[in-house]
């Protein structure tokens, strides 16, 4: 898998660390836009609605996590994208 690295990532990584691609985050961010829907229309509006913001603390606190790190300029969100639905890379084939 490919990753998006940066020097600074290349200088800092150990061997055995996993980088994760944006594909894998759009793929991640599919299956939550999927599991939104599903939730939208199993147990209704209000509990969709509960699970984006959720997810939008978590960026957020993502967002937080990888400026404090030190990532500067669009780092910080393509970090935190990946850190929020960077899992998609670890189910899709």
């Known amino acids: 898998m490919t990753g998006t690295r940066t020097t600074a990532d290349r200088a800092g990584a150990s061997e ?5 691609d944006v594909v894998g985050g759009h ?9 939104v829907l599903v939730i939208a229309v199993s147990a209704g509006p209000p509990a969709a609605l509960a699970f ?7 960026f957020l606190a993502a967002l937080a ?20 639905f960077g899992w998609g890379a670890f189910v899709i084939p």
């Open 65 to 84: 996590v990888v400026r404090a790190r030190g990532a500067r300029g669009v780092d910080i969100p393509r970090r935190a994208y990946n850190a929020t």
């Open 16 to 20: 055995g660390t996993v980088h994760v």
């Open 27 to 35: 793929a991640g961010a599919a299956a939550v836009a999927v599991a």
């Open 52 to 58: 984006v913001v959720a997810l939008a603390v978590w």
